[in-house]
Each structure stands twice: as C-alpha cells, then as structure tokens.
C-alpha cells in the first residue's frame, strides 16, 4: 500500500520559512516523479515545484527564487523548503508521486499560513 504524509506546515510571519516534508512508504521517491502543489482557500490546486528520478527540479514562477525542493533517497522523503514566504503562500501544500506503472498517489497536505 503506497502512502505520502506530507509535514511541516504551519503558522509563520511574512518573511519567514518553514520545511515541508513528504515521507512515502510502499513506493520509492527515488524512481519517481515527485511534485508539489497548493491549494488556497476557493483557487484551483496549482503546481509549486517537481523533483524527478533524475534529480531534475523545476518550479512556479511564483516561488522560483524563495523555494527549493530536494531529495533524500534514505529516508524516502522529498522536502520544500519555503523561504521569504508572503501571505500569498498560504494554501495547504500537497505532494504527489506519480508511479512507474502511471498512478498519482496524494499525501493528505500541510497547512501553510503566513501572516502579514
């Protein structure tokens, strides 16, 4: 059974920065194509950032600059790092692998609020 648990959000001034943490189990984060997204209250879900099998990262332009996603093949975890955050930033941020046999699989997300 395939799992993400997304971690790490919380409540932070403008300008400051917090770490989010996706752990998977029953899939490897290393072979697949992990990404992340956020939804604030009444928008559509939007891409954030994506790490692939390669080690490859791309990012919105939003957040291009302030967040930076990364990888740790032993833990099985991919974090966001959120820097210089904005009240824009709030959302609850979800991460999403997307398997080798062509199934996205969702954590349950992290709440992000910063104020001004």
């Known amino acids: 059974q395939v799992q993400l648990v997304e971690s790490g959000g919380g409540l932070v001034q403008a300008g400051g920065s917090l770490r989010l943490s996706c752990v998977a189990s029953?899939?490897?984060?290393?072979?697949?194509?992990v990404t992340w997204y956020r939804q604030a209250p009444e928008k559509q879900r939007e891409f954030v950032a994506q790490?692939?099998?390669?080690?490859?990262?791309d990012y919105s332009e939003s957040v291009k600059g302030r967040f930076t996603i990364s990888r740790d093949d032993a833990k099985n975890t991919v974090y966001l790092q959120l820097n210089s955050l904005k009240p824009e930033d709030t959302a609850v941020y979800y991460c999403?692998?997307?398997?080798?046999?062509?199934?996205?699989?969702w954590g349950q997300g992290t709440q992000v609020t910063v104020s001004s």
């Open positions: 999403k692998a997307y398997s080798l046999w062509g199934t996205d699989y």
């Open positions: 029953g899939i490897s984060l290393r072979i697949t194509d």
């Open positions: 790490i692939n099998s390669s080690g490859m990262t």
